[in-house]
């Protein structure tokens, strides 16, 4: 008797669940949290801006500046997974404080600070520098199997710098370093070919910008869910 129960049971709940029931399943995108050692240099953030930077000059008709404008677009649209929050492009940072010129050490500065708080409102600032890059011409570049391929390619040392200002609480965290990225020419740097170099470019310096943004801003996850529908 206990087993018939049992049965009956199973079958009365997949009924609930089938077509005819009474719950309705929706499929929809929730945000997901940051990192925990991230979180807290959001608390009571509801404007973010976003600066992108570089002391290095053009060079073989590589703009690195234009590519760097790139960057920090790229970098305001992986934000804008953080609930809540306004993010606040570069764009506008730089046309609102026109007399300001942003580097590694005018950031920092209090009259700086003070200006992005009151004139931007800004509650916190990813600033991303640029501090070295060095581009060589190989023979060889490596193929998909783990050897090297006859063609040539682009040795690619960069150290870009990542840092998260908490303007209220003056809060600061970082990640950098150099990191090496060898890969196939797509086109030469030299001859007109700016444009496959400076996305060449864009792709090795996204790939660790990637990374913080995974962290900050992890984009949301699927999720399902049952509703019931029924008046009861």
Same mark, same amino acid.
């Given at each position: 008797?206990?087993?018939?129960? *049992?049965?009956?049971?199973?079958? =009365?709940?997949?009924?609930? %669940? =089938?077509?005819? =029931?009474?719950? $309705?399943?929706?499929?929809?995108?929730? /945000?997901?949290?940051?990192?925990?050692?991230?979180?807290?240099?959001?608390? $009571?953030?509801?404007?973010?801006?976003?600066?992108?930077?570089?002391?290095i000059e053009p060079f073989r008709e590589l703009d690195v500046e234009k590519v760097m404008a790139r960057l920090s677009n790229?970098?305001?649209?992986?934000?804008?997974?953080?609930?809540?929050?306004?993010?606040?492009?570069?764009? $506008?940072?730089?046309?609102?404080?026109?007399?300001?010129?942003?580097?590694?050490?005018?950031?920092?500065?209090?009259?700086?600070?003070?200006?992005?708080?009151?004139?931007?409102?800004?509650?916190?600032?990813?600033?991303?520098?640029?501090?070295?890059?060095?581009?060589?011409?190989m023979p060889m570049s490596p193929n998909p199997y783990g050897g090297m391929s006859p063609n040539p390619g682009m040795d690619?040392?960069?150290?870009?710098?990542?840092s998260l200002l908490n303007l209220n609480t003056n809060q600061v965290w970082q990640q950098g370093g150099e990191q090496r990225?060898?890969?196939?020419?797509?086109?030469?740097?030299? =001859?007109?070919?700016?444009?496959?170099?400076?996305?060449?470019?864009?792709?090795?310096?996204?790939? /660790?910008?990637?990374? *913080?943004?995974?962290?900050?801003? /992890?984009?949301?996850? /699927?999720?399902?869910?049952?509703?019931?529908?029924? %008046?009861?």
């Open positions: 008797m206990i087993r018939i129960g *049992f049965i009956a049971l199973l079958i =009365g709940l997949a009924s609930c %669940g =089938g077509r005819g =029931g009474s719950f $309705e399943e929706v499929k929809f995108r929730a /945000p997901t949290q940051a990192d925990p050692a991230l979180s807290s240099f959001l608390e $009571e953030v509801e404007h973010l801006g976003v600066i992108c930077v570089t002391n790229a970098t305001a649209r992986g934000l804008s997974n953080i609930p809540e929050t306004t993010i606040v492009t570069q764009d $506008e940072i730089i046309w609102q404080l026109k007399d300001i010129h942003f580097d590694s050490t005018s950031v920092y500065e209090d009259t700086v600070r003070t200006a992005l708080k009151e004139k931007l409102e800004l509650d916190a600032l990813v600033f991303v520098e640029l501090k070295h890059l060095q581009a060589r011409m690619l040392t960069i150290d870009l710098k990542v990225n060898y890969q196939p020419v797509q086109l030469q740097l030299l =001859g007109g070919g700016n444009n496959q170099s400076e996305r060449q470019l864009l792709l090795a310096l996204s790939r /660790p910008l990637q990374r *913080f943004l995974f962290r900050i801003a /992890p984009p949301p996850k /699927p999720q399902t869910r049952h509703f019931e529908i029924s %008046g009861d």
